[in-house]
């Protein structure tokens, strides 16, 4: 990864975009310390990535089977926040405190008590941003928290990420495959590509200029009702959100 | 009933090999790997026929080949897609094993009997206290692991995010889970091991959301099929091994049947 330097900083929501297989899932997981950075130097917290760091709280983006289960919501925050030391599973009064306290700031109170497989995509979401924020993280890494949401229930969770990083003071990076839904929460952008990276605020990064160096070829930018279309010499913006859906690896 | 050594010793027995069933059984039902538990007490049946062969007790060699067969199916667990075929594969080379020890050994038609479907009436001093020893271990490590168990057993990657390796507690478990086999097949023997190990857990994750009440149904279901079933064979003469499976298949309907109406309620 060249061209990439730069500090986030507490109460900053950064978008973490680019195609498939750029190295945003990579990031994440070098910022947690399961990947040694390949060059360069990273500080996570002011010190070298460590696994297992208190301070950051994650969603990762393949979620597992717990899904399908008819244990209650609660029983994930719980083994999250005890599952790191031995002993019965059993929550002491300070850990059940610590559990409403993450339910509370992200609305997920009535969701705890409610058998995982009856929740939707949209409430499971909302849980697992609860259990993130449990023992009051400083960073948060969210890995394509917007996939298999629809639209309105995306915007919904933006918006509340938007909130805890400033009421929180939350340093956010929030990896996604679409920016206009994120549009207006964003504080900067962290765009990967092909081996290079720009980070910067969107009107910077999100141009002509700086997206064609990052591919390598030709990119139009086009601004128009608020939103922001991206697309490659000769193909249109609706071919590109056409192949965008099939799940094809291109832009934005 | 009590008036006998042998019926003392069983109840004693049938009660340790439902707190270790219990145990293990609970996580195996939650991780959906109540298969590998099955194929576990089939590997260790094949220990426990070649035991007399090589002079060893049976139960030392149900265990040691139990904990071998644990060992490895920890280790390759990640392929899941390959799993279950590769378990019912080694299931099926241990049964034909442990037939094959047996031909080689005279006085093998009542060991046969013993080794597939339990012997509690059998249980002496000595095994009890192996029994007591064993239920002691298991029970000490799986509360011990609980908690990491619980939380890779959920959300592997978050764990591993988190440094709580899922391979090491995967491993670790089904060293567990061999030893509660071992436990259960001196009761209902290896044919049946399922009963316990599956049966009061299958119900009690039917019943409960919560991971502590689950646990607590979980053993209070399987003492009482376990006893329960011990008992009705001795009014009855049924094998103890056959009340008890009658038993634990019921509590199992009951479950479904006390589940169903919240289930169409929530439509």
New interface residues.
Partial sequence: MSGLEGEVGAGEFVAVLGPNGAGKTTLL?TI?G?LPPLEGRLDVLGAPPR??HPGIG???Q?????GS????G???L???L?????????LSRAERAEIDRALALVGAEALA?R?LR?LSGGERQRLLLA?ALLGRPRLLLLDEPLISLDPRHQAEFVALIQRLAHEEGLAVLFTAHEINTLLGAIDRVLYLGHGRAAFGRIEEVISEATLSWLYGMPIHVLRAGGRIFVYAEGLTPESEAHRHEAGADVLL | MFSYDFMRYAFAATALAAFAAAASGYFLVLRGQSFAGHALSHIGFAGAAAAPLLGVPVLAGFLAAALLGGLGIGLFEEDRAGRDLAIGMVLALALALGMFFLHLYRGAATLLSALLFGNVFAVDRATLLALGLLTLLVLAAMGLIARPLLFVSLQPELAEAKGVAPRRYGVLFMLITAAATALASVIVGSLLVFTLLIGPAAAALRLSRRVASGLALTFAFALLEAWGGLALAYATDWPVSVAITFLAFLVFLASLGAAAPARLARG
């Fill in positions: 997981k947690l399961l696994r297992g994650y969603i990762p393949h979620r597992s089977l717990a289960l008819p244990l209650a609660i029983e994930l719980a083994s999250a005890t599952g790191a030391r031995p002993g019965l599973p059993l008590a058998p009856t259990q």
